[in-house]
């Protein structure tokens, strides 16, 4: 059976998409904020989401941002926002696809099952949480922890670590954590590299002049390792 995990904040809206797709044969799952939305994600495991962009905690854009660091699960977006500029953010953020309210059940179904195929020849889900030593990185809170305490890091950083963190053990070259990061305008900028790759030492490993977790491979780029 298909688990589909519901995220609205609008009680009506919720129990009128877990009666309709109960009566369509999915299993139903659900959150009212973004909070909510992102540990059932981690925990439940859901094979599509359906995600209202206006929770009261955190914006749905940011939900997905927070899905997608570690999770390719499909994300449907069901939101009353008719903006263009809402719907190419959440798109951009990795939505894949977005229906505004008030909406037809027999086209959303139809969505939600091609969604759902997606899904099904997608790479599998990534544990959410992945540990290594002292360190605890949360990839769908975007949180780190050291020694059990809070680490910050900018969001540059994050979006350095979470590349490598998600493709743990391999190899990432220079040029795509620069492409990914900052742009392909800036492959050859290996300096910056240079820098923040020190700064997240500095901040995450034991003995940064020895690293156990931020490995460099001379001349081709790094690996994260546990």
Not at 28 to 39: E, N, P, Q
Not at 78 to 87: E, F, V, Y
Not at 88 to 110: H, I, R, S
Request: charged share 25%.
């Amino acid at each position: 059976m298909t688990t589909v995990l519901v995220v609205d904040d609008e009680r009506q809206i919720l129990r009128a998409l877990r009666i309709s797709l109960a009566a369509h044969g999915y299993a139903v799952k659900t959150a009212s904020d973004g909070s909510a939305a992102l540990r059932a994600v981690a925990s439940e495991k859901p094979d599509v989401v359906i995600l209202d962009l206006g929770l009261p905690d955190i914006d749905g854009t940011e939900v997905i941002h927070g899905i997608r660091g570690w999770s390719s699960v499909p994300i449907v977006v069901l939101s009353a926002r008719t903006d263009s500029g809402d719907k190419v953010a959440a798109l951009d953020a990795g939505a894949d696809d977005y229906v505004t309210k008030p909406f037809g059940m027999d086209e959303f179904l139809a969505r939600l099952r091609a969604a759902v195929r997606r899904g099904q020849n997608s790479a599998p889900q990534q544990e959410a949480v992945v540990t290594a030593g002292d360190l605890s990185i949360d990839l769908g809170a975007r949180l780190v922890k050291k020694n059990g305490e809070d680490v910050h890091l900018t969001p540059t950083e994050w979006s350095i670590l979470g590349l490598l963190v998600r493709n743990k053990g391999r190899l990432v070259t220079q040029k795509q954590i620069l492409r990914e990061v900052w742009g392909p305008s800036y492959n050859n900028e290996t300096h910056y590299l240079r820098v923040y790759m020190a700064q997240l030492r500095r901040k995450l490993e034991a003995d940064p002049s020895r690293p156990k977790n931020l490995l460099t491979e001379p001349g081709m780029g790094y690996r994260f390792t546990d």
